[in-house]
């Protein structure tokens, strides 16, 4: 009996042993089958970018746009091909306001330079047309570097641009005013005794109508902007209503465009007719004074040879009325040099 209750509790025993190994061997299964943890993203890989912006972090649409103080990158030959449009389109229309507003839309900080070196760069490249086109435009900008000035493309007159001169008050047909010398011998200054000046007719005091408000576009010839030094104009003081002289055309010829070391003078009245017998003075250390006359075969009333290198002549309409003035007119391309070349210029009687 004893025996027997002996193995009753040991077989308890070894049926609560073995039930609590079970139970725990059960819980395991369940909780690695029912309730298997979520696992951890691993981190991203670090990259050698700049951390980014709370508005990139977001996904916000403004991450893109460039931060106070920033400039937008620009990309270098789609800026130059706008330079060359721009420069083409000056080419056509002449309107410099319309250009210098289409530069400020590329963001250059010096847009004359960079036309001015892009010149450079395609007239190597050969692109003779687009580098005179790039040129120009610089120099009506401003910007006369001496390597520019082979490229800088002479004005062309247009309807406009000159008045015909006609003989005043003679019926006898005259030349209209070409861009050209004629191929006579060099005429020699014109000068006329004070006697004969005196007895000619001034022109004369009827009113006259008010001056045009703005000259053509192309009615100075900007290639002396670039020579060194620079021809000037000295606009004249006057008042609203008063009566002056002043400079609607201005031309420069190289020796190969027909210079030939001359200044060449006309003056016009209010119609655009020839006015003859008015003095021109041109100084150059003393003032010589000049009375235009019509010459067969020529437009210009006075021709004046020059000797001497830039800087040296200025040259105004004399008489009672005041005059716009051009100086610094010489001889060659810079101070000292002595090139055939010739000036044109062109005075007419207006009204402020």
């Known amino acids: ?38 696992p951890t993203p691993a981190p991203p890989p670090a990259t050698a970018t700049a951390p980014l912006s709370p508005a990139t972090a977001t996904g916000s649409p403004t991450a893109a746009l460039p931060t106070a103080g920033e400039t937008p990158l620009q990309d270098e030959g789609a ?23 289409r530069l400020a839309g590329l963001g250059l900080e010096d847009p004359a ?28 900008l401003g910007h006369r570097p001496t390597g520019l000035l082979a490229y800088v493309a002479s004005p062309t007159p247009t309807a406009t641009a000159m008045p015909t001169l006609t003989p005043h008050p003679s019926d006898t047909p005259f030349p209209t005013l070409t861009l050209r010398p004629s191929d006579t011998a060099t005429p020699q200054p014109t000068r006329r005794p004070a006697a004969a000046v005196a007895a000619t007719a001034a022109p004369t005091d009827t009113p006259l109508p008010p001056a045009p408000t703005a000259l053509p576009w192309d009615w100075w010839d900007h290639r002396v902007d670039l020579l060194e030094p620079p021809v000037r104009l000295a606009e004249a003081q006057v008042a609203p209503g008063e009566r002056y002289w002043r400079l609607v055309r201005l031309e420069w010829w190289k020796p190969g465009e027909g210079g030939n070391t001359m200044i ?5 009245d209010e119609q655009g007719r020839a006015v003859w017998r008015q003095e021109v003075v041109v100084e150059h250390g003393d003032a010589e004074r000049l009375y235009t006359d019509p010459k067969p075969g020529e437009p210009y009333g006075v021709d004046y040879p020059m000797g001497n290198t830039l800087n040296s002549y200025q040259v ?7 005059s716009d003035r051009v100086t610094g007119l010489g001889l060659g391309e810079y101070l000292g040099g002595l090139d055939h070349t010739t000036f044109v210029l062109v005075f007419q009687l207006t009204r402020k």
């Open 1 to 38: 009996m004893a025996g027997g209750g002996r193995r009753v509790v040991a077989g308890s025993l070894l049926g609560a042993a073995f039930g609590a190994a079970f139970g725990a061997l059960f819980g395991l299964v369940l909780a690695r089958w029912l309730w298997a943890p979520v």
């Open 113 to 140: 330079a960079a036309l001015a070196d892009l010149a450079l760069d395609r007239a190597a490249a050969g692109q003779e047309q687009v580098a005179v086109d790039l040129a120009t435009l610089a120099a009506a």
């Open 79 to 101: 800026s130059e091909e706008s330079l060359v449009v721009i420069g083409a389109l000056y080419a056509l229309d002449g309107d410099l306001a319309r250009a210098q507003q």
């Open 316 to 322: 105004f309409v004399g008489g009672a009325l005041p």
């Open 264 to 268: 060449y003078v006309s003056t016009l």
